[in-house]
């Protein structure tokens, strides 16, 4: 793998990128930039009771996903918040990506957690909207945070690693960056949120889930009222829906990508969705 990511960023890294040769020019017709979609202008929302969307991964339709443009245009969007993935490196170093391993956005491959992280900040990505148009790494969670500072978007955190031990790292990095009341951590893992909340109950926390139930909702009550519910709308109906709604604990959906489904969980009285496609 090590003889591989040298003859890939020595020899077909530069061939890729070189403007006098066409794979570039044919991958750039997969990227191109597209507009986000107004749901407000799609009869989804008010001014005065407005729908709170997360954008999903970053504003990907615009720059590549989980990278910092994608996170700065979430941020001149006016998104309620931008979620990130991040896993850990060689070196105990959070980034941003969404898999475990880099083959999917970047031109090198391996598994993250087996490079360091000036190692990956060597690689050039190869997908995703705009990703020729400037010299893009690989993002840290501290440049990540950076973005939101002084900003009413909220950095929101889905911890990807299978990491107990190193969590504190998390939580100090939004301290050091006084973004405990605006960040929100999520995971699937309800250990990781415990954690979290030990450290800090007062870094709001969304419990990644597929399909509501009772048990889930408890679950999370139990912990404090910081913690929400981040179901997949995919896995539920109208019935799993109404058990939160009838709770009246905080739920955000993902990923909501039709109007027609933004339209009937707002009927519902659901106002927190996170999206690839809708900016309001």
Sequence with gaps: MVFL???????????????????????????????????????????????????HRGVHKVAPQNSLPAYEASVELGYYTAECDIHLTKDNEWVLIHNSTTDAQFCQYGEVKEYTLEELKSFRYKWGANFWKEDLRIATLDEYLDVFVGTKTRPQIEIKADNYDLLYTVVDAVKAKNLTEQAIVISFDFKQLEIIHKLDPSIELWYLIDEITAENIAQAQALGSNVWLSPNLERNNQATIQLAVDAGIGVSFWTVNTVEDAKMLYDMGVRYMETDVFCN
Excluded at 28 to 48: D, M, R, Y
């Design 5 to 55: 990511n040298k003859f890939i960023s020595m020899i077909l890294v530069p061939l890729y990128f070189s403007p006098f040769l066409p794979f570039l020019h044919v991958v750039k017709l997969f990227n191109q930039p597209q507009e986000v979609i107004s749901l407000s202008e799609q009869g989804v929302g008010t001014a005065e009771d407005p729908v709170y969307l997360t954008a």
